[in-house]
């Protein structure tokens, strides 16, 4: 028997068992109220709405589905407002289709069904979400899994490279916003192979700090940017989503009034709090960096043979925690900065957020290539000097630090090539360890200690559809069905954020430091190969299913990329000049005057900005015309304005746009025609005060 045809499932919190008998009725009789209204809302808005009991006893599973009557009458109030405000799929040829239901996607169904369930009423919607104050009670909205197509997508991964058919695929079924993300690693995965195996020559001859091989890889960053930067612009056309942030609805926690000047006064007021975080990390980073680097080789006391894992516990301890404040002080000032889109907010954020977040990857880096390397034996040498003069007078027996030792003799000469395998190999596998393997290991535990839930009386199913021989086989696939809904309502929902902060800061890592290890390249291009199979594995196995948004972008991220690709040229500049001797056999530059040499160095760094800009036009004015010009997707473009608009607006017009309600009575006969014909909801409400 199929399943019945839900498009969306709320969870609603109800009151659970109280101890206090007065407090559990004021809960119930509150979420009586509102959980009526809730169905109220729905049945008069044209969709059907059942509740069942969840997988905990405060927790309420409202299945929602919408009927073709009504689905059809959105999809034509948005291709009308697609068409009014110029956003591409309403006026390139391939877009225009007609407004029959079997003809969209399924994620076109969900956005379409999800867009009407959450938008604000001024937008023409209904403003039910768990970000609105007045439905307190509705915890979250989720999609469900469509089994088959993960189990195709997961078996096509296996067997072939992700080509463009498989994008649309993923399209179809998650969205752009997960396109963009797929086509985005796809597309950074293939590019990474001419710098990896250019990497492995340059290590095959030895050559670290190859001028050639920092020249190439700073060309490569910027010829990466600009080529996605393209891409995007030919998928976003592709999927007719161009300019698609025009018919963006609004957020249901913006606060109208709010003139442009005071939101742009709000953004420039919290950069100084995240400069003050970003110097309080700093500071806390160079301090375990020192006690690292100095204190701990020096160190030869009592368990001098732990110390060395003292700024790792340090690190794993206090870093998550001042992340974890610090985030929760920018959502909150994300949010005050009232953003009118979600985009625009989320861009914002992750701004804020990654920002702290490169400072963490990439300060250690830095510190070892500018300060440990060129001033670590005269820093040692002065920390040696202050304990010996402590140390003077007590028995050697007694000492704690060696103060014997030359300062040079105790520096590591390969500290930078074992952080930067540190970073690109260590640092992947626990990634990967922990996206995919803990989930199993975790859900694994929680299943076998955890109680078992009853599906019977006890959790509330109707008395009235038990003890009919001729519904048994139903009721059994009905709570098979509801079984499945309760282990997907359990798992956490899917975010980009994780997956493009990890794919952009393993960019950094590739652009701004592999000159010192040139095989970083070729671990992340093998890392980047699991990643696109894993990720997907991430999507259907640990994750609820995301729900579709549309986008044109990859959003703040492009940013981050350009920044990066403009900071490798600094960085690869300056560790050239400062590492690579001039002839083999002969000193560096810091070998000869350091301190003069890191002035020097910041110089080079300075032209080296200079010629980023000049290389970066250069390389964007070919790409564009080997890339853009003279496309299939550049004369859809063009000849949209003069050919389809005529032909679009014959072909939709009809009734009016607004989405007319004929009620929830219509369509209601079919299979899973009993499904939604008993409600539980109210029953499994009032049981937790008879329970009592």
């Known amino acids: ?28 009789a509150q979420a009586e109220q509102q959980y009526t209204r809730l169905l109220s ?42 068409f ?28 379409l069904v999800y867009t009407y369930v959450t938008a604000v009423p001024a937008d023409g919607g209904l403003g039910i979400s768990p970000d609105a104050p007045e439905w307190s009670r509705v915890h979250s909205i989720m999609a469900l899994h469509d089994a088959k197509f993960n189990e195709v997508w997961l078996r096509s ?13 993923i399209r179809s079924q998650f969205g752009e916003d997960i396109a963009f993300y797929f086509a985005f690693l796809v597309s950074y995965t293939r590019f990474l192979l001419p710098i990896a195996l250019l990497g492995v020559l340059c290590f095959q001859l030895g050559r670290a700090y190859s001028a050639t091989y920092s020249g190439l890889l700073c060309l490569w960053c910027i010829s990466f940017v600009e ?39 709000r953004t420039l007021a919290s950069v100084p709090i995240i400069l003050l975080f970003a110097t309080v990390l700093f500071g806390l980073l160079t301090a375990i960096f020192v006690f690292e680097a100095f204190v701990t080789t020096l160190y030869t006391g009592p368990g001098h043979e732990y110390i060395g894992f003292a700024p790792t516990i340090l690190l794993v301890v206090l870093v998550p925690r001042f992340l974890a404040a610090y985030q929760s002080r920018a959502a909150r000032l994300t949010q005050w900065e009232n953003h009118r889109h979600q985009s625009s907010h989320d861009a914002s954020l992750t701004i804020k957020t990654f920002a702290l977040a490169a400072v963490v990857a990439y300060l250690g880096l830095a510190l070892s290539a500018f300060v440990y390397v060129p001033f670590g034996a005269d820093l040692m040498a002065l920390v040696q000097h202050a304990l010996d003069g402590q140390f003077a007078a007590a028995d050697k027996k007694t000492q704690l630090f060696d103060t014997v030792v030359p300062a040079s003799a105790k520096l590591n000469t390969r500290r930078l090539q074992n ?14 360890g922990t996206e995919t393997v803990l989930p199993f290991v975790q859900r694994f535990v929680s299943g076998t200690t955890r109680k078992g839930v009853h599906i019977g009386h006890k959790r509330g199913e109707s008395k009235k559809r038990v003890g009919f021989e001729d519904q048994a086989p139903r009721v059994r696939a009905e709570r098979a069905f509801i079984e499945r809904v309760r282990r997907e309502a359990a798992l956490p929902e899917y975010e980009t954020f994780a997956d493009y902060s990890e794919m952009v800061t393993q960019f950094g890592y590739v652009a701004l430091w592999s000159t010192i290890w040139p095989l970083a390249a070729v671990c992340a291009w093998l890392n980047n190969v699991i990643e696109l199979r894993s990720d997907a594995l991430k999507i259907v196995a640990h994750c609820r299913r995301p729900l579709p948004r549309r986008t044109d972008t990859i959003g703040p991220w492009l940013a981050c990329l350009t920044f990066l690709a403009w900071l490798a040229a600094l960085s690869n500049a300056a560790l050239v000049y400062l590492f690579r001797p001039a002839r083999a056999g002969t000193a560096t530059a810091l070998e000869r005057a ?27 004015h070919v790409l564009v015309r080997v890339l853009w010009k003279g496309s299939k997707e550049e004369e859809m473009v063009e000849r949209a304005g003069r050919e389809v608009k005529e032909a679009y607006l014959k072909g939709i017009a009809g009734p009016s746009t607004t989405p007319v309600v004929d009620g929830v009575t219509g369509g209601e006969s079919g299979a899973d025609a009993e499904f939604w014909s008993v409600d539980e909801g109210l029953d499994e409400i009032r049981r937790t005060v008879k329970d009592l």
Request: charged share 25%; with cysteine.
């Open 1 to 28: 028997m199929q399943d019945p045809s839900v498009d969306l499932v709320l969870l609603f919190r109800a009151p659970g068992r109280l101890l206090n008998k007065q407090h559990a009725r004021d809960e119930a």
């Open 41 to 82: 809302v729905f049945a008069s808005a044209g969709l059907r709405a059942v509740g069942r009991p969840g997988d905990q006893d405060d927790q309420l599973l409202v299945f929602l589905s919408c009927s073709d009557t009504l689905l059809s009458r959105l999809v034509q109030r948005e291709r009308h407002s697609d």
């Open 84 to 111: 009014v405000y110029g956003v591409s799929t309403a006026t390139l040829p391939s877009a225009v289709r007609a407004l029959d239901t079997p003809s969209l996607s399924p994620s076109e169904r969900l956005r």
């Open 157 to 169: 991964l296996a067997n072939r490279q992700i080509r463009t058919q498989h994008l649309d695929d």
């Open 227 to 265: 080529y996605w930067r393209i891409r995007e612009r030919i998928f976003s056309v592709c999927w007719g989503t161009q300019g698609i942030f025009r018919v963006e609805k609004r957020r249901l926690s913006y606060i109208e009034g709010t003139k442009w000047w005071q939101r742009e006064f």
């Open 419 to 432: 952080q930067m395998f540190a970073y690109t190999v260590t640092n992947q596998i626990v990634s990967f």
């Open 594 to 620: 350091p301190r003069d040499q890191v002035l020097a160095a910041a110089l080079v760094a300075l032209s080296a900005s200079h010629a980023f800009f000049a290389v970066r036009a250069a390389v964007r």
